[in-house]
């Protein structure tokens, strides 16, 4: 500005608009976050004397809704997403820049690419580290008034029409500059109304250059993310056939869900459905969600004499001496616990959101997507992989694959036994085809009747800024294929028979009055020993021993048909009643039956199946149908009885015994008569639970892994032969049913000795040819009734005995919502009549390879048994 001393300075306020076009610019993107440095000077025009400096780092890009899909750079996303509440275990609501950081690394690390800032505007330093890292924000602005009734009272109460316009304004006056913002969110859960006609308008005039979103959270008219004041439809939790629906309804506009898969404890079922029509090409303008949410919000808690940390919620603290002032624990409904320690769903949303995946080819006879494997006995065999990368191209990563057999073992996901090939793949198109030579290859691998897999682990060729250690140790997609070489039917036959041949062994039948013993001789030995016994009065094994006459068992192995319930388990009116104000509790009580669904375990209980008190099994009648010099045959029929007398079920039991000590247990569930059928939604489980000798402490299985995984949640979970003798299950703040394992063809539990026993799937045609298994420190009774993990036990594997859960079959576990049952028909145990078999074969150290024993009990045909 010109002046001298006649003159005084005008004050100058107001708004200066400067435009320039800068040629060859790298756009930002998430995957690229391309970024410059704007520096903004104030100069006097007369002696170019500088006044004041300003900088600030600013990407390029561009975004758009054209024909109802949102577009990055003129190129179609697909929204990663995940909501974060600003929270630190020890300092609540204050964070740190190293804290934010840390959660976007995380974030990076687990293939999202996006965040919501649920459900206020973050600490300005979160969205530079977001421009920095490349993560889209869906920026949020501070208001809610969830829980008002109606929950748009105040959206349209005009003595609140300032507060809400300035909420929204002042964010983003202070925002819009970050290049990771890519459209606003009015708000959360706050109704509809003229305030928000007010807020919207006042945005528009700040910002033309993104769309705006906004869920209203409550009933039809007042909005459930599909009204004029929102650019996207961001519906909160829809179960996928109303996912879909939308997709269908509203072609104009991108469908992007706000808020799904609720992560509350043991959770996040499902997710593979949702992952399945987002990636659906037919349904273009479904682009994804955020999933509720990032991190349990739990606060640190001191306990004199336990030393492990844990966390509160909801009543733990001066909140408890009122009624109705918490949620208790739903605010722990993260997919990473306080301390940022990943849930184990995290590994199935991190296979489902990964940016490259192998889809079907000619080689793939399967139709589910979750189960993979190849039957062609070529030499060659063409993978094809597809990219959903936005920006990046095959160039910038590489692929490396090993082989792997049901003998190799799986130690923190990968094998050492195995030679690891790399492939750097030069194509930019959206698929890539891999040829391998497997006759070669796969032959070292693959040795007479075993299993084989090929793993594709696929790598970033340069260090990525997220990625603190070698980005080697950071896959960021990983693919399993089975690969199923057939054999002679004949060959087989003279193999198994060979294996299980047992000469100038026997066994021997003893009946007292209130158990029958099994009494084995095997070959080279001069006396008997008793293998197991049989109790008369419940139809169970109480006694099991391995071939060195050691007691196996600490406990009887008893039908299981209960679990200690998930959160989502507990999800229906009957738990939300207790969360609501008295008064609106009491005026629904008469609806509810109707209008609302009861939660799985509200019908569980009042059937009779409580974890804390289960149904005990009552023998009608026990005899032996046959026995030889090599065999015997022992059947049960067994009634599952409640605490109050009544009959739930009806089991037929057939124990196999053979003269090495191993039996085949094979059982019949019959269906259930009367009102039971009607009255049951699923049963949560049909196994055996038994607890072992607590020096078995060993745990080695066939089956899915490493992390625990569900009939419903197993997507990210590969197929292996996986050890362990201390993660057995996993610490949810809430405890629960946890540590399952599913699709085990067989299960070794053996103590430092190599003595112990081997658990084997029957494929006879009967049941589904495998198993599912959890080892665990405490019992279903004990993690039912605990309401914190300090309230159970601090025990070590090895001083302690494990409990084992081996089932059947087991439901899913649900993730839709938190509060109403969501575990889809396909994962439900309806009332029916199931049928499974299974062997149990002890180990010694003398014996033959456990592997080579499972394989042939596994194939083994009923003819060569009683043989």
């Known amino acids: 500005s010109n002046s001298n001393s006649n003159s005084t300075e005008e004050e100058f306020t107001g708004e200066i608009r400067v435009s320039a076009k800068i040629e060859g610019v790298k756009l930002w993107n998430a995957e690229d976050p391309n970024l410059y440095t704007l520096v903004i000077g104030m100069v006097n025009s007369n002696d170019g004397a500088i006044y004041q400096v300003e900088s600030c780092r600013i ?138 006609n007010l807020a919207r308008k006042a945005l528009r005039k700040l910002d033309t250059s993104r769309p705006i979103c906004y869920e209203g959270g409550g009933d039809l008219f007042e909005g459930t993310g599909e009204t004029e004041l929102t650019d996207i439809i961001c519906s909160m939790y829809p179960n996928v056939e109303r996912t879909i629906a939308l997709s269908k309804k509203n072609t104009d506009r991108p469908i992007i869900l706000c808020e799904y898969s609720h992560a509350m404890g043991n959770s996040n079922g499902n997710l593979h459905r949702y992952w399945e029509i987002f990636r659906d090409l037919s349904l273009r303008n479904l682009q994804g969600g955020f999933i509720w949410d990032m991190i349990d919000q739990g606060i640190t808690l001191r306990h004199s004499g336990n030393c492990r940390r844990t966390f509160g919620y909801g009543g733990d603290f001066e909140d408890k001496y009122y009624v109705g002032v918490n949620d208790k624990q739903f605010c722990i409904n993260g997919l990473f616990s306080p301390d940022r320690k990943p849930h184990p769903a995290v590994s199935e949303v991190r296979y489902l959101q990964q940016p490259i995946h192998l889809i079907e080819s000619e080689y793939f006879p399967y139709e589910n997507a979750r189960e993979r494997y190849i039957t062609s006995s070529s030499e060659i065999l063409r993978f094809r992989f597809i990219s959903y990368f936005h920006s990046l191209s095959w160039s910038d990563v590489y692929v490396e694959y090993f082989y792997c057999n049901d003998k190799m073992k799986y130690v923190n996901g990968d094998t050492t036994d195995s030679e690891i090939f790399r492939y750097f793949p030069t194509a930019d198109d959206s698929e890539e085809f891999i040829m391998i030579n497997t006759f070669d290859r796969a032959q070292k691998c693959l040795s007479e009747y075993s299993r084989c897999w090929i793993t594709f682990k696929w790598y970033f060729r340069s260090k990525m800024k997220w990625q603190r250690n070698n980005h080697e140790y950071h896959p960021i997609a990983i693919e399993t294929v089975e690969l199923c070489l057939p054999w002679p039917d004949e060959d087989h036959n003279i193999e198994i028979n060979k294996i299980l041949r047992e000469e100038g062994c026997s066994i021997k039948v003893q009946e007292s009055t209130s158990s029958v013993e099994l009494w084995v001789k095997a070959r080279g030995e001069r006396f008997m020993r008793r293998c197991a016994v049989i109790d008369k009065t419940t139809g169970c094994i109480t006694s099991f021993c391995n071939n060195a006459s050691s007691e196996m068992l600490n406990e009887p192995m008893v039908p299981n048909f209960t679990r200690a319930c998930t959160d989502n388990d507990r999800g229906g009116i009957d738990r939300v009643r207790h969360l609501m104000p008295r008064w609106v509790a009491f005026k629904i009580r008469l609806l509810e039956r109707t209008l609302f669904n009861y939660s799985y375990w509200y019908k569980w209980k009042r059937l009779g199946l409580d974890p804390e008190s289960p149904p005990r099994p009552v023998c009608d009648l026990l005899k032996l149908v046959a026995e030889t010099s090599d065999h015997a045959i022992i059947e049960a029929d067994i009634s599952m009885i409640t605490q109050h007398g009544k009959r739930l079920f009806h089991l037929h039991v057939s124990y196999h015994f053979r003269c090495d000590g191993s039996v085949k247990i094979s059982t019949i569930l019959n269906k259930p008569n009367g009102g039971l059928k009607y009255l049951l939604p699923s049963l949560p489980r049909i196994g055996y639970t038994f607890c072992m000798n607590k020096d078995i402490k060993n745990v080695t299985y066939l089956g899915r892994g490493p992390e625990e995984n569900y009939p419903d949640r197993k997507s990210g979970s590969m197929i292996g032969v996986w050890s362990m003798n201390k993660n057995l299950g996993y610490d949810y703040i809430v405890p629960s049913e946890n540590g399952n394992r599913t699709d085990c063809s067989w299960l070794l539990l053996m103590d430092n000795n190599s003595k112990g026993f081997l658990i084997v799937a029957c494929q006879d045609g009967k049941g589904p040819g495998h198993l599912s298994f959890s080892t665990l420190l405490h019992n279903q009774r004990e993690l039912h009734r605990a309401t914190h993990t300090h309230q159970l036990e601090a025990r070590k594997v090895g001083m302690h005995p494990l409990f084992v859960n081996m089932d059947l079959f087991q439901m899913g576990i649900g993730g839709d919502v938190g509060w109403s049952p969501c575990v889809y028909s396909d994962y439900l145990l309806k009332p029916d009549r199931y049928e499974s078999s299974f062997w149990l074969c002890p180990i010694s150290k003398s014996d033959q390879s456990p592997f080579e024993l499972a394989r042939c009990k596994r194939k083994e045909r009923a003819t060569s048994i009683v043989q």
Not at 69 to 97: A, F, Q, W, Y
Not at 125 to 145: I, M, S
């Open 59 to 196: 990407g390029f890009r561009s975004v758009d809704i054209e024909d109802g899909v949102l577009m990055l750079n003129r190129k179609p996303i697909t929204i990663c997403g995940v909501n974060r509440h600003e929270h630190h275990p020890d300092h609540g609501k204050v964070v740190s820049v190293e804290s934010m950081a840390r959660d976007i690394e995380i974030v990076k690390n687990n293939n999202f690419n996006a965040i919501r800032t649920s459900h206020y505007p973050n600490a300005a330093p979160f969205y530079r580290l977001c421009d920095y890292y490349g993560v889209f924000v869906c920026d949020e602005a501070n208001l809610e008034t969830h829980g008002m009734m109606p929950m748009g009272k105040l959206a349209d109460d005009i003595c609140w029409s300032k507060a809400f316009v300035e909420r929204v304004t002042r964010m983003v006056n202070r925002d819009r500059n970050h290049a990771s913002i890519i459209f606003w969110s009015l708000g959360n859960e706050c109704g509809r109304g003229r305030n928000f």
